[in-house]
């Protein structure tokens, strides 16, 4: 069956702008998680989705948001973006809540200049 | 949030050589995931160890979690160039609700 699908794959902002990532999980599972990923900080969490609700949340400031539809399928939103956002997005899926097995797409890279 | 400690940071070795990777907590985990993540790709999961003292073996890799579930290490024998990748700890928290990872092993194998 398909992976997770994250969209796009590579982008590149400038201070200030905002960015919408896009996350399509494995078929039947309802659960995604975002995390933020960067050289010296390892996997970052941000939040979780389960069944169109944020059921848990990580130490990052408002302007990162999100939203989970009745497919399953997740957005995230980075507002007013900052040179400190530059980092690989990574999604990840799963049958249930936020543990168990992880199945993680390839993420996003972003880039903020 | 319970945090996890990864080391080495990054590991350089030889071909054929044994390795070990630790990831260490003050806190209690229910279960502990080891995953790995190769350039351009997610991470993979890899194992899960959930009793005290558990040990699971993968091919040439070795996985322990401790008696009192606050670490765990990897073990690899005669390593190879496709070993090679980002390895992550990843502890699933007591109360169950989120999954914490570590900074991260990057190993590298040279032929």
Redesign the interface.
Same mark, same amino acid.
């Given at each position: 069956k398909a992976g997770?699908t994250q969209t796009p794959r590579y982008l590149i902002k400038t201070r200030g702008q905002q960015v919408t990532l896009s996350c399509s999980p494995i078929s039947g599972h309802r659960s995604v998680?975002w995390?933020q990923q960067t050289p010296g900080?390892?996997?970052?969490?941000l939040f979780?989705y389960f069944s169109e609700t944020q059921? #848990?949340k990580? #130490?990052f400031p408002g302007r990162f948001s999100g939203r989970q539809f009745s497919n399953s399928r997740s957005e995230m939103n980075v507002s007013t973006l900052e040179l400190g956002d530059s980092a690989l997005y990574?999604c990840?899926s799963s049958l249930a809540? #936020?543990?168990?097995?992880?199945?993680?797409?390839?993420?996003s890279r972003l880039t903020v200049l | 949030?319970q945090l996890l400690e990864q080391s080495p940071q990054f590991l350089s070795i030889q071909e054929g050589e044994n390795l070990t990777v630790y990831c260490n907590s003050s806190s209690v985990f229910?279960?502990l995931?080891w995953y790995r993540q190769e350039p351009? %790709? !997610?991470?993979?999961?890899l194992v899960?160890v959930v009793t005290g003292g558990e040990v699971k073996k993968l091919k040439r890799l070795t996985f322990q979690f401790g008696d009192a579930r606050k670490d765990s290490s990897l073990h690899i024998t005669a390593a190879q160039p496709g070993d090679t990748g980002l390895y992550?700890c990843?502890g %699933?928290e007591t109360s !169950?609700?989120?999954?914490?990872? !570590? %900074?991260?092993t990057q190993l590298t194998v040279n032929p």
């Open positions: 997770v998680s995390y900080q390892g996997l970052q969490f979780e059921r #848990n990580g #130490n990574l990840a809540r #936020n543990t168990g097995e992880l199945f993680f797409g390839e993420g | 949030t229910s279960s995931q351009g %790709e !997610g991470p993979v999961l899960t992550l990843a %699933e !169950g609700s989120r999954l914490t990872f !570590g %900074e991260g």
